[in-house]
Nanobody, 127 residues
Framework: QVQLVESGGGLVQAGGSLRLSCAAS????????MGWFRQATGKEREFVAA????????FYAGSVKGRFTISRDNAENTGYLHMDSLKPEDTAVYFC????????????????????WGQGTQVTVSS
């Protein structure tokens, strides 16, 4: 199993930036694809961004494309979500997730694709 711990959430004004981190432990992180999801109060969990195990390919939800950047440092066993131009509608609990070990170097965008989840970190964007 792999254990995931998110950090970096907080309160920010609209237009501001935050960087979320996802620290992985327990297995070789470079064998796992990774994704970020979010869940606002009263809504279903939704896909935000995904990255393949090598870090060479990424995929974004339309609502965040051009504003958010997913990345990873396999040497540090850490994934990141850099969020710019934040909007009040970005307010949610953000979760990182991992799938693996994977044979194919691909990204995944459905919650059901992932077996391992962090506990979440709250991001609140004020208007």
């Amino acid at each position: 199993q792999v254990q995931l711990v998110e950090s970096g959430g907080g309160l920010v004004q609209a237009g501001g930036s935050l960087r979320l981190s996802c620290a992985a432990s327990g297995r070789t992180f470079s064998n796992y694809a990774m994704g970020w999801f979010r869940q606002a109060t009263g809504k279903e969990r939704e896909f935000v961004a995904a990255i393949n195990k090598s870090g060479g390919n990424t995929f974004y939800a339309g609502s965040v494309k051009g504003r958010f950047t997913i990345s990873r440092d396999n040497a540090e066993n850490t994934g990141y979500l850099h969020m710019d131009s934040l909007k009040p509608e970005d307010t949610a609990v953000y979760f990182c997730a991992a799938r693996g070990p994977v044979a194919f170097d691909f990204w995944y965008s459905r919650p059901d694709d992932y077996a391992y989840w962090g506990q979440g970190t709250q991001v609140t964007v004020s208007s």
